[in-house]
T-cell receptor, first 116, second 112 residues
């Protein structure tokens, strides 16, 4: 149980276009979802936290208008990278916590974004 | 604030060698401690955890003991395999927070 999926697993896009990444909890209801960014050989950087039906809370330094997060249901959150540029190329990982009360995060497999 | 420090990698070992990856932390109170593993091209998987002092987390032959006196949570395995090659992240979570604080990760490369 507690499986989180991401789609797509990798995407290549042209500079200036927008890319949407989906994060789904497959077998549990995710009360809270998190989006992380991981640079090569670096740790995970938390970008934002989202609760179903409310606006996401962004970490300091993360542009809200560039990284749009929608948490429309208890099983789906989306991250849209708007007007992508090569410096947005990265590995994006989502995670989710359920309703068990122990706050354990379950991580998705990640999405590799390459902006040309 | 909370922080996690891991030994820098890469750690390169031969198959069946003994593994230690050091991890120390700084936190207020009594955090929960975790090791995550990230295989190439994949997301993070929880490897093991410990929630209080002197607890030992173990999984797949890996072990780590929560040492409050030295604020450490070193990862060990007696005999590594090529399939253990991955990046290992030490992390802590304080109090009622949802959000772990991660170390920078340590890459492990195991040669046949």
């Amino acid at each position: 149980g507690a499986v989180v999926s991401q789609h797509p697993s990798w995407v290549i896009c042209k500079s200036g276009t927008s890319v949407k990444i989906e994060c789904r909890s497959l077998d549990f209801q995710a009360t809270t979802m998190f989006w992380y960014r991981q640079f090569p050989k670096q740790s995970l950087m938390l970008m934002a936290t989202s609760n179903e039906g409310s606006k996401a809370t962004y970490e300091q330094g993360v542009e809200k208008d560039k990284f749009l997060i929608n948490h429309a249901s208890l099983t789906l959150s989306t991250l849209t990278v708007t007007s992508a540029h090569p410096e947005d190329s990265s590995f994006y990982i989502c995670s989710a916590t359920g309703t068990s009360g122990n706050n354990e995060q379950f991580f998705g497999p990640g999405t590799r974004l390459t902006v040309l | 604030g909370d922080s996690v420090t891991q030994m820098e990698g890469p750690v390169t070992l031969s198959e069946e060698a003994f593994l230690t990856i050091n991890c120390t932390y700084t936190a207020t109170g009594y955090p929960s401690l975790f090791w995550y593993v990230q295989y190439p091209g994949e997301g993070l998987q929880l490897l093991l955890k410990a929630t209080k002092a002197d607890d030992k987390g173990s999984n797949k032959g890996f072990e780590a003991t929560y040492r409050k006196e030295t604020t450490s949570f070193h990862l060990e395995k007696g005999s590594v395999q090529v399939s253990d090659s991955a990046v290992y992240f030490c992390a802590l979570r304080s109090g009622g927070s949802y959000i772990p604080t991660f170390g920078r990760g340590t890459s492990l490369i195991v040669h046949p």
